[in-house]
């Protein structure tokens, strides 16, 4: 089955590009239309070349359902991917996936996430081949992606599942056992239901309300929040070198039909740049308050010894999250003629102003004392002689 001459491949990227998501699915019981395959190339998620290919594990398949071929995968529930990141796709039980078609991704792009991987037993091969042994699989153990996930610049989603028949109605909630193990419920139902909202921006949206800036003033006596004031209005264009500054952002997380506040794992950070053609600096935001649909988020600081064009910028971009490119430009001038502190108010140049008045007062002694020392005249004791 193809997609038509009226949908290439070139036209699902251009949907891409214009915020469209897509949640594709594959089957191994037909082969991948080489339309498909185009399409995946582009994105850099490999298939195997003789598109018939599907995964075994001989080691975590249903022995129900697959006792012979060993083709309906257990899988357990994806874990989080970095402990920074976010997982919108834990299960409490296993995810059966039959006759699943493998995915090989690429290294060297960075928007490419893998959702869900397969056990280290399994491998790819071909059924139609009679051989006994497969000397060189497509992939092997965890290099398989069963469901994987590209994030556009934009945010735009795509989602590749392996398995359309595990959104069979009778996969959801299903009896399964694996080899020399229990019976389990499996949980595809919930597994479905987190990628679709997932593909489709229900879950995993992060929206930016307020972002502020003003002037500062900073107390020592204090801590907290009641250390630092605000000076002046908000959000000012113009600000001076080595004043102190406050930068405000606002928060949310989209999930499902509200907003919560957006919270982060302790190992992640959310930052500001205040920048130029490069960082001048790059400071943690704290969340300083919420409010029933958000966080807000505050950092103070004292401006660089610099003047310019310079951004706020705050760039959060982590997988399964959408990303956050805020940038504020402001301009950042020189002190003024009356802003320089007086010279009496810089230690330094208490020896000059010293040697000034010692200068002022030797030349005011100088002055009073030939002032008043005056020579004596003495009389003449004769006459001028013609």
């Known amino acids: 089955m193809g997609l038509g001459p009226s949908l290439t491949p070139n036209l699902l990227l251009e949907f891409i590009k214009t915020n469209g998501n897509i949640l594709l699915t594959l089957s191994a ?131 590749v599942l392996g398995s359309v028949e595990a959104l069979e109605n009778k996969w959801f909630d299903a009896k399964v056992r694996a080899p020399e193990a229990k019976e389990a419920k499996t949980s595809n139902r919930g597994f479905a239901k987190q990628l679709s909202a997932w593909t489709f921006m229900e879950i995993g949206v992060l929206e930016v309300g307020k972002v502020e800036h003003h002037l500062s003033t900073i107390t020592e006596s204090q801590s907290g929040n009641d250390s630092v004031a605000q000076l002046g209005y908000l959000n000012p264009k113009i600000y001076r070198i080595k004043n102190d500054v406050t930068f405000n952002i606002e928060m949310s997380e989209y999930s499902f039909d509200h907003l919560n506040p957006f919270t982060m794992s302790k190992t992640d950070a959310l930052q500001v740049e205040f920048t130029m053609l490069s960082p001048f600096h790059r400071l943690d935001l704290q969340p300083i308050s919420k409010t029933p649909n958000s966080t807000i988020f505050s950092t103070t600081f004292r401006l660089p010894d610099q003047h310019g064009i310079f951004a706020f910028r705050v760039n959060y971009k982590r997988p399964f999250l959408t990303n956050v490119d805020v940038k504020r430009e402001v301009t950042v001038r020189h002190f003024a003629h009356d802003e320089w502190p007086r010279s009496w108010m810089i230690s330094a140049g208490w020896v000059w102003i010293a040697g000034i008045w010692v200068t002022v007062v030797g030349w005011m002694a100088f002055v009073a004392l030939w002032l008043l020392s005056e020579p004596a005249y003495e009389s003449s004791k004769g006459k001028k002689m013609q």
């Open 29 to 159: 019981d037909s082969p991948v239309p080489s339309a498909i395959s185009s399409l995946l190339l582009e994105l850099d998620i490999h298939l195997p070349p003789d598109r018939t290919s599907l995964v075994v594990d001989h080691f975590n398949y249903d022995t129900s359902s697959a006792s012979d071929q060993h083709d309906v995968l257990l899988v357990p529930g994806p874990s989080a991917l970095r402990p920074d990141v976010p997982s919108f796709f834990r299960g409490d039980s296993v995810i059966a996936f039959p006759r699943a078609v493998a995915q090989d991704l690429g290294n060297a792009s960075p928007l490419l996430t893998p959702i869900l991987r397969a056990s280290e037993t399994a491998y790819s091969y071909n059924p139609k081949e009679e051989a006994e042994s497969v000397e060189e699989p497509f992939a092997v153990g965890s290099q398989i992606s069963l469901v994987s996930s590209m994030q556009a610049r934009n945010s735009a989603r795509f989602t």
